[in-house]
């Protein structure tokens, strides 16, 4: 019913910079809050920044300083700027919402994107 789709992915030497988008469609009826979970080999899921429709936003403190995530809540888009990207940023990157739905305007589900790699190395 909702579909994420990210891009922006790829390989950057460490120090490096990347955006990352994601973009919502689907029968959306409102969509709360967006964000970024990344995940490494061998490691669990983690969030790296989430961002509200009210405009609060998280990071997680290893990203603090160095990543940006804005929203663009007409085009229902979600973004992630990277800076100062180091290798331990080496992870695939997911997409995440909160959504409800023209079926269901009353009840938030949470949705995910299929993910988009991104290495940091020499």
């Known amino acids: 019913q909702v579909q994420l789709v990210e891009s922006g992915g790829g390989l950057v030497q460490p120090g490096g910079s990347l955006r990352l988008s994601c973009a919502a469609s689907?029968?959306?009826?409102?969509?709360?809050?967006m964000g970024w979970y990344r995940q490494a080999p061998g490691k669990q899921r983690e969030l790296v920044a989430s961002a509200t429709s009210g405009g609060s936003t998280v990071y997680a403190d290893s990203v603090k300083g160095r990543f940006t995530i804005s929203r663009d809540s007409a085009k229902n888009t979600v973004y992630l700027q990277m800076n100062s990207l180091k290798p331990e940023d080496t992870a695939v990157y997911f997409c995440?919402?909160?959504?409800?739905?023209?079926?269901?305007?009353?009840?938030?589900?949470?949705?995910w994107g299929q993910g988009t790699q991104v290495t940091v190395s020499s």
């Open positions: 995440n919402a909160a959504a409800t739905t023209m079926n269901n305007m009353y009840v938030y589900s949470i949705y």
């Open positions: 689907g029968s959306i009826f409102s969509i709360n809050a």
